[in-house]
Each structure stands twice: as structure tokens, then as C-alpha cells.
């Protein structure tokens, strides 16, 4: 049974720390998935890249909708996502790992639900803890024990992408109370609350966000900071697989019990 899956985000496009890997696809009512399925510390994994393996789909492109109902048809409960970004925060450095709590959208052109209304109905799911709590807990205690520069809680920006920011939108986002700014969370992060699904976001601070810096900001930048924390990323996702207990509960699980549920 699949329990774990994993969406690696920029950087993150091969899962190198699993055993027996093989390709598969998958059909969903929103496109196909392909996917690659492994072990690892007796547990079986799922892992998307959520760019396709060769950086191809632009972040406003991904098919967030296929991907998460992919996961949950999989038997999946629990995500680990990881992102790339910019740090509006000086205490958030680049080569950190920072685990958001709360996020802003300004995406202005995706699809943040699987009830559009007709036979699916319409459903408010509730984001007050927008990000798994007891996942993001101990993903804290493996990025300790690890001894990695590790920040639990923030307030990821998500914008539409695939442009960076202006300094005025950043500075903008600042007030606001942003702390990072990428392009992927939003909606992946509400899409697996509706299918009931425990989701953190792993996110790698590449580079200070436009106009903190002077200087201008460039893909390759964001590239080569993820590819010097590689290792560290490989080991701090082992590390969490083989803490997490995918049987534990977690009131994530059931936030559509008022509407009876998520239904595949
Ligand atoms: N802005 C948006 N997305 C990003 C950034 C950024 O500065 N860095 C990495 N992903």
C-alpha cells in the first residue's frame, strides 16, 4: 500500500533515495500522472515532479488537480511537497529550509478546487492550519537532529508565475506579512485539504526576493543553490519518511466531514 507521496519541486526531479523504482501512469478525470514508485525503511513512496523530469511545465501549466487525485487514488495520506524560494525575510537565508504556515495567494489564473459545483457540489474547506501541524512538527525535529538551518512557520506568497517579482510587489508582500514568494504552493496545498490529505511544503530559500538584493535575479541562481543543498534535502526526506506514521490520525484526514467527505 502507497501511503507516502512526494512532489519534488525545482531541483528535486528524481527520487534518488528510493529502492526498486518503477515508471507508471495514471488516468484522472483532470489528465494522466506519471509517476515513479519506490521503497524506502520498509515503506512504499510515490514521487511526482511536479515541473516533469526535465523542468518543462512552467508552474501556471502544472495539472495541480491530476497530480494530488493521482495521490489520493494512489492511497496516499500523507504529502511532502518541496519548493523553491525567494526570502522577503533576512532571517530566512538562502540555503534554509523554511516550513510555511500560512500562505498568501496571488495566483490569478488556476483552478483551487475539485467542486466546481454540478454532480461535485460546492464545498468551503476550512484553511486555518493550511499546512499539517503534526508534519510540520516533526520534519522540525528531523531538520534538528540533522542539524540543518530549519524554520518552522512563515507566510508563503504565491504568485502566478512564471515571471519573477517586481521590487514594488515584493515590497508590497512584505507588508502584507510575506515571508517567501514562489510560484507552486497555491493550489496544491488546498487541493490535498479537500482530499483530505496531510500536506507540508518543504521550501528551499535559492535567493533574497527582487529589490531585497540589488542584484537581479536569474534561474541558474535558484538552480545551483538547490543543487548545493541536494544531499541535505535527500537526507532530511529519508529522515521524514521513516519518522512519519502514516496510521497515526490527523484531523487533516477528515476536513470534509461536514460535506460528507471527499469522494474520488
Ligand atoms: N520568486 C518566485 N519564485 C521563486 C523565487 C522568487 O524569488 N525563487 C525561487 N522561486
Known amino acids: 500500500m502507497i501511503t507516502i507521496g512526494i512532489i519534488g519541486g525545482t531541483g528535486v526531479y528524481d527520487p534518488s533515495m528510493l529502492q526498486n523504482v518503477y515508471d507508471k501512469e ?25 515541473h516533469g523530469s526535465h523542468h518543462s511545465t512552467p ?3 502544472i495539472n495541480y488537480r491530476a497530480n ?17 524560494v525567494g526570502s522577503l525575510n533576512l532571517a530566512m537565508k538562502p540555503g534554509h529550509f523554511v516550513l510555511p504556515d500560512q500562505f498568501l ?14 454532480e461535485r457540489g460546492v464545498v468551503h474547506v476550512d484553511v486555518t492550519e493550511p499546512y499539517c501541524p503534526t508534519l510540520r512538527k516533526i ?9 540543518l538551518s530549519l524554520h518552522n512557520g512563515g507566510t508563503y506568497v504565491c504568485t502566478e508565475g512564471p515571471r519573477f517579482e517586481t521590487p514594488a510587489e515584493i515590497r508590497m508582500f512584505e507588508k502584507f506579512g510575506g515571508d517567501l514568494v514562489g510560484m507552486t504552493s497555491i493550489p496544491e496545498a488546498i487541493l490535498a485539504r479537500e482530499a483530505e490529505m496531510c500536506y507540508v511544503t518543504i521550501s528551499m530559500v535559492t535567493n533574497y526576493a527582487a529589490g531585497i538584493t540589488k542584484l537581479p535575479l ?14 541535505n534535502i535527500k537526507a532530511l526526506v529519508m529522515s521524514v519518511i521513516k519518522l512519519v506514521d502514516t496510521n497515526a490520525d490527523c484531523s487533516c484526514r477528515h476536513a470534509l466531514q461536514e460535506f460528507g467527505g471527499f469522494k474520488l
Open 139 to 147: 520534519i522540525t525535529e528531523a531538520g534538528e537532529a540533522l542539524r
Open 218 to 231: 536569474t534561474h541558474a541562481e535558484v538552480l545551483d543553490t538547490m543543487q548545493l543543498n541536494t544531499e
Open 105 to 118: 495567494d496571488f495566483t490569478k489564473n488556476r483552478i483551487t478546487t475539485f467542486y466546481d459545483g454540478g
Open 59 to 61: 508552474p501556471h501549466l
Open 26 to 50: 495514471l488516468i484522472t478525470p483532470y489528465g494522466s500522472v506519471n509517476y515513479k514508485v519506490g521503497d524506502f525503511a520498509a515503506k512504499s513512496v510515490v514521487f511526482i515532479p511536479r
Open 68 to 84: 494530488i487525485w493521482a495521490l489520493k487514488k494512489l492511497g496516499v495520506q500523507t504529502i511532502l511537497a518541496t519548493t523553491a
